[in-house]
């Protein structure tokens, strides 16, 4: 099969790319924004559109992903580099201020998310889009494979009543939709007036496939998403966040692990846990107990009992759906220390160091 070609490749080999946007441009992207040529995005947009090259737009992790999880960045600074004012658009006020958005004629989206609804870059991207409304300015989505495949969807329908950053909109846990997808959804079900968006679509790209089929290198698009293994068990192990576990930050695994200091993992694993899931173990995947000190953010500097994960079928594995009796069973034996209250996290300098 051939290597898939990103919208963002997409739209920069078109003859016409250059004269196409004949007015300021801006670029709201991430570190995973590469060519097909290992070149960064942004220097290319530089090279191409020159002064007209206005505005860069940055999510929850920084414009170069070099922010750590959760953690408040300047909401605008001017890079040295490329000489051009950036805004970051994750923030306690969560978008930016209408006059950052004043001058520009096209606004390129290229966004690396991971396929769940509990993924920020979906609500900043639908914010931004809602702050272009009735306005004159194209936005343009550069589509791109996600990590998981973009046929199965798991997990319940948000309640709306529960709606915040990590879920605003009524979607299922895992989507199945691509950015681009996700882009258009707004536009034509759930934006309150005219959104002027173009979706630049990839070339030999197929729904069933997974990252590791598309034949494109992996750019983390998250400070400690090393690994695009990672996003297989993501839909599962990110619910932790809601709890006094970890999921796994602090190792080089993060988000293939869970973990808390209370947890004694052998005999855990051994009385509850392979009972559980003795019909899913080694067909579709299984859990490894063992014992880590962590590094940095919950738990730092503590010896945790953890258990990784390791899919052995990722085509039929549900990891949403696996997390549910994991989550009842971690309940029962950790009990107040599975839940409880917490200080606040987002936006917590400390939490984050």
């Known amino acids: 099969m051939k290597e898939v070609e990103k919208g963002l490749d997409v739209v920069l080999s078109s003859p016409d790319m250059d004269t196409r946007s004949k007015k300021n441009v801006a670029f709201f992207c991430q570190k995973a924004l590469m060519v097909s040529d290992y070149s960064n995005a942004t220097e290319i947009f530089r090279k191409l559109f020159g002064f007209r090259f206005i505005k860069i737009f940055g999510s929850q992790y920084g414009f170069t992903t070099d922010v750590q999880h959760n953690m408040i960045v300047s909401n605008y600074i001017v890079n040295s580099h490329f000489n051009i004012s950036v805004y970051f658009l994750y923030s306690e006020a969560y978008i930016t201020a209408d006059d950052t958005l004043e001058g520009i004629d096209h606004l390129f989206i290229g966004l690396q998310e991971v396929g769940c609804r509990m993924d920020t870059y979906n609500y900043t991207l639908s914010l931004l889009l809602y702050k272009c409304i009735d306005k004159n300015t194209e936005i343009i989505a550069l589509d791109r494979p996600k990590p998981l495949n ?13 709606k915040s950053h990590i879920g605003r909109y009524l979607l299922p846990a895992r989507h199945a939709l691509t950015i681009g997808e996700i882009a258009l959804l707004h536009q034509k079900k759930w934006a309150q007036g005219k959104i002027n968006l173009t979706v630049i679509k990839m070339q030999n790209w197929e729904r069933n496939l997974f990252f590791e089929d ?19 068990t993501f839909p599962s192990t990110v619910l932790f966040e809601g709890t006094k576990l970890s999921d796994g930050r602090g190792t080089t695994k993060v988000l293939e692990i869970i ?42 500097g503590k010896v945790c009992g953890e258990f990784e994960i390791f899919v052995t079928d990722k085509t039929n594995f549900k990891p949403w759906r696996e997390a549910q009796p994991l989550i009842g069973e971690l309940y029962s034996y950790l009990v107040n220390n599975f839940v409880g209250k917490h200080s606040t996290y987002k936006y917590n300098y400390a939490q984050n160091q």
């Open 259 to 300: 973990e808390h200091p209370k947890n004694e993992p052998y005999s855990f694993y051994k009385n509850r846990l392979k009972s559980v899931f003795k019909n899913e173990i080694l067909s579709v995947f299984t859990w490894r107990p063992i014992i880590f000190l962590l590094t940095f953010q919950k738990y730092f």
């Open 150 to 162: 973009e046929i199965d969807i798991e997990g319940n329908i948000l309640n709306l009543e529960f």
């Open 214 to 232: 598309t034949g494109l290198p992996w750019i983390l698009p998250l400070s400690n998403l090393a690994r695009a293994k990672s996003t297989c």
